[in-house]
């Protein structure tokens, strides 16, 4: 089992940075593909960025490349996701999850695990 935790949310103005982080229990994790999605209110989750288990690989949503960065410290457990530019469209839940399979994927049902979410709000 694999529980995640995300933090980082907040309010922000367009233009502003945000930095999320989401922690993850288990000694497996460095093994894992880890991914973070986001919800806007009304609409479906969709994909944002996804590692692979060494972070040797990464891919991004065409919305937020160029503005996203995704990273990760198997030391520390944590993947984070450093955002900047931001956007009003940028506001969502951004959820962090886990696929236990070290390749990563942009596809929401790969994920095995979820967190509950953090909320980021990027007012015009």
């Known amino acids: 089992q694999v529980q995640l935790v995300e933090s980082g949310g907040g309010l922000v103005q367009a233009g502003g940075s945000l930095r999320l982080s989401c922690a993850a229990s288990g000694r497996t994790f460095s093994s894992y593909a880890m991914g973070w999605f986001r919800q806007a209110p009304g609409k479906e989750r969709e994909f944002v960025a996804a590692?692979?288990?060494?972070?040797?690989?990464?891919g991004y949503a065409d919305s937020v490349l160029g503005r996203f960065t995704i990273s990760r410290d198997n030391a520390k457990n944590t993947v984070s996701l450093q955002m900047k530019r931001l956007k009003p469209e940028d506001t969502a839940v951004y959820y962090c999850?886990?696929?236990?399979?070290?390749?990563?994927?942009?596809?929401?049902?790969?994920?095995?695990?979820w967190g509950q979410g953090t909320q980021v709000t990027v007012s015009s």
């Open positions: 999850a886990a696929r236990t399979i070290a390749t990563m994927t942009g596809r929401e049902s790969d994920y095995d695990y």
């Open positions: 590692t692979s288990w060494s972070g040797g690989s990464t």
